[in-house]
């Protein structure tokens, strides 16, 4: 798949405003963003294959990128993200919502690929800064920082959604609340998914 650019993409990332991209974008692409997407939409600026990584974009050329349910369809996750660190300028920040492995409704959408726990970025996070439960970092060439994580619980029944709200407000008070949560009471309250911020570390 050849990349598509609909847009001056040089021009605005030599302009004044803050380059902001989202990956995935879909239809739904918020104003003032680059909408990067597999599929050619009026919404999406920049048609491309993302299994491929981001070489359109030069390096530290990015102030924000979001991208919102796109992460679980991704066979080359590892590449893609370190594409994103790549593209970010040194204070830039990434802000990213991934299905909960405990989320029922993952398991019905064939195009999923992975699942996503608390510390599925910890593995590109130094040793250092990653939580009291180490993972191994050695697999990836670049590094983060967390800056935040949340578990989102939500419900498509109406009567149940502000309990679920609730829940994750307290949950979501202190990171171990949310690993006693994950080891033990997730398959009991299943969670919809993790919303994590991070920058280059």
Not at 46 to 51: H, K, R
Not at 80 to 90: A, Y
């Given at each position: 798949m050849?990349?598509?650019?609909?847009?001056?993409?040089?021009?605005r990332?030599?302009?004044?405003?803050?380059?902001?991209?989202e990956l995935g974008c879909g239809?739904?692409k918020?104003?003032g963003r680059i909408?990067?997407?597999t599929v050619?939409l009026?919404t999406v600026?920049?048609?491309?294959?993302l299994?491929?990584?981001?070489g359109?974009?030069?390096?530290?050329?990015?102030?924000?990128?979001?991208?919102?349910s796109?992460?679980?369809?991704i066979?080359?996750?590892?590449n893609?993200v370190g594409?994103i660190v790549?593209v970010?300028k040194?204070d830039?920040?990434?802000?990213i919502?991934v299905?909960?492995?405990?989320?029922p409704y993952?398991?019905s959408?064939?195009?999923?690929?992975?699942f996503f726990?608390l510390?599925?970025?910890?593995?590109?996070v130094?040793?250092k800064?990653?939580?009291?439960?180490k993972?191994?970092n050695y697999?990836?060439?670049?590094?983060?920082?967390?800056?935040?994580?949340?578990?989102?619980f939500?419900s498509s029944f109406?009567?149940?959604?502000?309990?679920?709200k609730l829940f994750g407000?307290?949950i979501n008070l202190?990171s171990?609340l949310?690993?006693?949560?994950?080891?033990?009471?997730?398959y009991?309250?299943?969670?919809?998914?993790?919303?994590?911020?991070?920058?280059?570390?």
């Amino acid at each position: 798949m050849e990349t598509l650019v609909k847009i001056d993409l040089e021009q605005r990332l030599s302009s004044d405003d803050a380059v902001i991209i989202e990956l995935g974008c879909g239809h739904k692409k918020k104003q003032g963003r680059i909408g990067i997407d597999t599929v050619d939409l009026p919404t999406v600026d920049i048609v491309t294959d993302l299994e491929k990584g981001l070489g359109f974009l030069p390096d530290d050329s990015v102030d924000q990128v979001h991208c919102r349910s796109l992460l679980e369809h991704i066979d080359n996750f590892e590449n893609l993200v370190g594409e994103i660190v790549r593209v970010l300028k040194k204070d830039g920040t990434v802000h990213i919502f991934v299905p909960h492995f405990s989320n029922p409704y993952y398991y019905s959408d064939y195009t999923h690929k992975r699942f996503f726990g608390l510390y599925s970025f910890y593995y590109f996070v130094d040793s250092k800064d990653q939580p009291k439960r180490k993972v191994p970092n050695y697999y990836a060439d670049f590094r983060i920082k967390v800056m935040s994580r949340r578990l989102i619980f939500r419900s498509s029944f109406k009567v149940i959604n502000p309990l679920k709200k609730l829940f994750g407000w307290f949950i979501n008070l202190h990171s171990v609340l949310q690993e006693y949560y994950e080891e033990n009471l997730c398959y009991m309250f299943p969670c919809h998914g993790i919303e994590i911020v991070f920058k280059p570390a």
